[in-house]
Every structure is written in structure tokens, then in C-alpha cells.
């Protein structure tokens, strides 16, 4: 069974589960920073995700950015042809993510990169200026591979060991190591290959961070 029928059960179905005892701190120091910069994204994750489904009205130039992400980004046929998630799974997958479901993914995914606070930044930054490129909503059919594909390239432009298509292929499950490379390269192509962070984009994140929790 893959990891993301075999945790989303576990988290699904355990009455222990809490933000705090289900998932580990989102750094190893533990510290306060750290832990508003988690908040942040997943925060951010959740106020932006929409449905995965064609809404009722649109306009022609959106109808066509929202065809466009079904082409190789979407979850959704991977999801409804899942041999091993039932109808209910199923439906709870494609529908918007709760914030709970949100926290114990994004942690899960830190968690098993090593993701120092600096990259989980740089990972927000690039994600932000994916949608602003492609004029592309997150979706509950996509946002998972979109956020790890900004990861994967956060390690990389920082010279940090990211976590190979393999790795991927055994925590997300939902797309091979092979179909992971393929999308991380379409996906550099449509931000240009703009993916260096520098240090007043990076500030300016961080400030606008730290300005949310203190208003």
C-alpha cells in the first residue's frame, strides 16, 4: 500500500491525532521562528486551496488556465482510479483539505527532507511565484505535488541534498520517481527557470511572516 492511502488512513481514523502529538516539530531546534514559518505556509495552503472541479462560472482565459492544470499536475484520476482507497477515501482526498489534514501533510513532507526554516521559505516563495507565472490555482487535486516540487527545487538552488523521485515515490506515492522529474521540469519551464530567492525577496517574505503574527 502506498504511503498516501496507507498515512491518510492512519490520520484519517485515529482519534489521537492532534497538531501536536501526531507530527514532529517542522525543524530540529524546536524553536518559536520555526514554528510561525510553519503556521505561515500552512496557513497560506489552506486559505488558497480551492475544489478540484470545474466551477460554474468562469471566464474563457480561466476556463483555459484550469484545463491546463489537469494535464500532468492533477491528483484527480489518480485518485478515482486508486485500486486501494475506497469511494469514501476518495471523496476525501478531492475535496478541500482541512487545516488538520494540511498540518500533518506539509509537516510529514518537511519532516522527511530535513527542511531547515530558510528552505521551507524559499518553498513558499517559489510556490507563490508558480501560481503568479501560470495564473494557476491551487487546487485540492494539486496542491501536494506543486508544493513538493517547490521543495525539491528550494534543496536544489541551496545546494541541499533534496529527496530523489524514489524517496518521493515511497512518501507521496501518487505519482513514480519518473513522473516526479518529468513535472519538475515542466514545471521550471513555465516559471522560466526563476528559481533563486534572493536576499530581499527572502527578508521581505520573512517580514511579511512575522507582521501577520503580530497584527
Known amino acids: 500500500m502506498c504511503s498516501v492511502v496507507r498515512d491518510f488512513r492512519s490520520l484519517r481514523y485515529s482519534e489521537k491525532w492532534s497538531p ?44 483555459v488556465n484550469f484545463r491546463k492544470q489537469s494535464r500532468g499536475f492533477s491528483e484527480l484520476q489518480r485518485i478515482k482510479n486508486h485500486p486501494q482507497l475506497s469511494q469514501r477515501d476518495k471523496l476525501a482526498l478531492i475535496r478541500v483539505p482541512s487545516r488538520k489534514y494540511i498540518h500533518w501533510f506539509v509537516a510529514k513532507l518537511f519532516e522527511q527532507s530535513h527542511a531547515r526554516v530558510e528552505i521551507q521559505i524559499h518553498t513558499l516563495v517559489i510556490l507563490k511565484r508558480f501560481l503568479k507565472a501560470t495564473q494557476w490555482t491551487l487546487r485540492s487535486a494539486n496542491w501536494r505535488i506543486l508544493l513538493i516540487l517547490s521543495l525539491r527545487l528550494s534543496q536544489k538552488v541551496e545546494s541541499e541534498l533534496s529527496l530523489d523521485g524514489e524517496d518521493l515515490e515511497t512518501i507521496y506515492g501518487l505519482f513514480s520517481a519518473k513522473e516526479i522529474i518529468r513535472l519538475e521540469r515542466i514545471y521550471l519551464k513555465l516559471i522560466d527557470y526563476d528559481c533563486l530567492v534572493s536576499a530581499s525577496v527572502y527578508t ?5 511572516i512575522f507582521a501577520k503574527v503580530s497584527a
Not at 46 to 54: C, N, R, S, T
Open 20 to 63: 501536536v502529538k501526531g507530527t514532529k516539530r517542522p525543524c530540529s531546534h524546536g524553536c518559536e521562528n520555526c514554528q510561525t514559518v510553519f503556521s505561515a505556509i500552512v496557513s497560506y495552503l489552506e486559505q488558497h486551496i480551492q475544489g478540484a472541479f470545474l466551477p460554474d462560472s468562469l471566464t474563457p482565459v480561466e476556463e
Open 204 to 208: 521581505s517574505e520573512l517580514a511579511s
